[in-house]
């Protein structure tokens, strides 16, 4: 397994956190939240098992997820469902997104 799963586990946990927030504003976006959230590890992990272009497009799902997720926070945010992502949030979002990038290419 890519040591980068435990990353997006929390990366799952702190969505979940925002996630109960922007519930209590618009159910939809937290629920969309929550679906892309899981679907980074969910992903990796998938194509941690799996070989060539499967691999892959496995780690390019999980990259689209990654980035729906800071979309997600990002419109939260903007909607004033939520305040700005905390640093170490965005950081560890980054880091996944970074990391999936050099794996698709």
């Known amino acids: 397994m890519l040591r980068i799963y ?16 922007i519930g209590r504003r618009d ?28 691999r892959r497009a496995r780690y390019a799902n999980a990259l689209g997820s990654a980035y729906e ?3 997600c926070l990002d419109v939260a945010a903007a909607m004033r469902c939520i305040p700005d992502p905390q640093p170490d949030v ?3 979002l980054d880091h996944v997104i970074g990391t999936l990038v050099k794996l698709t290419r």
């Not at 435990?6 to 927030?21: H, K, S, Y």
């Not at 590890?41 to 098992?49: D, K, R, W």
Request: cysteine-free; aromatic content about 0%; proline content about 2%.
């Open 6 to 21: 435990r990353v997006a586990l929390r990366v799952a946990a702190d969505a979940a956190d925002a996630a109960d927030r």
């Open 90 to 92: 965005r950081q560890r």
């Open 27 to 54: 159910a939809d976006l937290a629920r969309q939240l929550r679906r892309a959230a899981a679907s980074v590890p969910l992903n990796i992990a998938e194509g941690s098992g799996s070989l060539g272009g499967t």
């Open 69 to 71: 997720v800071a979309a």
